[in-house]
């Protein structure tokens, strides 16, 4: 028998993670609501995806750290498709500097998306996933979820602070049908590690390619960057049926990080 689609809601979905999560839930037979504050490339993505998978996609332009935007998002999919079943947690993004020089408003910034609006997205879709007696939440935390590096000092606290998130939203929730969990990434090649490896290379005067290994690879077993549909598949037997009993956890794709 078919199964109804589900609602899900994807942040950070126009980037690289996002993307394929989002793809792999439209494959799946789901409905996506594509997340970003790029609302161009949310919508091109959104189309890409129902194009290519002949599954259903839609794109929304906008700020999750918006608590008004948020409500309304939570609002508009419950009224248009009469709930939300899955969420992910996605949006991100990276700034590097010594603490001593790190500005406080990028500290700010970073734990605005990384943090709060993970937050306020579980916030508003809670309630209705009560109403529902099912929901799944997804919270892409990261390897710095657990550890730490140099010069990371805002990603790295947001990155605790969601895994924290996640342990008490699952105790809440546990008895509605809901779980709730991180899911750690290690090191995928997305603009956001170029961007710093450009960065730390800078600062070592070395190649990127040493910076790579130098910072990031040397701590991980499997010596490659991870592929967005490893993360992909992952968040998708998170939201399974056969992951119902799974809640509260932080599990690695880290390739051994
Ligand atoms: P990416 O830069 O490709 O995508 C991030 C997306 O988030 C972008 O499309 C950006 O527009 C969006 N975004 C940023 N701020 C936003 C906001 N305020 N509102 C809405 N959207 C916003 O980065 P990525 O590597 O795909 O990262 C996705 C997630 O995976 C992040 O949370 C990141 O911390 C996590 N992660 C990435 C890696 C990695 O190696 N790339 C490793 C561990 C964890």
């Known amino acids: 028998m078919k199964r109804k689609p589900r609602t899900v809601i994807v942040t950070g979905a126009a980037g690289t993670i996002g993307s394929a999560i989002s793809r792999a839930f439209a494959e799946n037979g789901d409905f996506v609501a594509v ?18 998978t002949g599954g259903e996609a839609a794109g929304f332009g906008m700020d999750v750290t918006d608590e008004h935007e948020i409500r309304r998002l939570v609002q508009h999919l419950t009224s248009e498709r009469g709930g939300v079943d899955v969420v992910v947690n996605n949006a991100g993004l990276q700034h590097i500097a010594p603490v001593e020089d790190f500005p406080t408003d990028r500290w700010n910034h970073l734990l605005n998306v990384m943090l709060t609006a993970p937050f306020l997205l579980i916030k508003h879709a809670v309630p209705v996933m009560k109403r529902q007696g099912f929901g799944r939440i997804i919270n892409i935390a990261s390897v710095h979820g657990r550890t730490a590096s140099p010069y ?25 049908g ?47 960057f991870i592929k967005p549909e490893e993360i992909a598949g992952c968040c998708l037997w998170l939201a399974s049926e056969t992951a119902a009993s799974v809640t509260g956890e932080a599990i690695g794709v880290s390739g051994g990080w």
């Open 35 to 52: 997340v970003d504050l790029d609302g161009e490339r949310a919508t091109r993505t959104a189309g890409n995806i129902s194009g290519e």
């Open 152 to 176: 990371k000092a805002a990603y790295i606290s947001a990155k605790h602070g969601l895994v924290g998130l996640t342990r008490t939203v699952a105790l809440e929730t546990a008895e509605h």
């Open 178 to 224: 809901i779980t709730c969990n991180a899911v750690m990434p290690g090191v995928v090649d997305t603009p956001l590690v170029r961007n710093q490896l450009r960065k730390l290379s800078e600062a070592d005067g070395i190649s990127e390619e040493e910076a790579l290994h130098k910072h990031l690879l040397h701590k991980q077993a499997l010596k490659r």
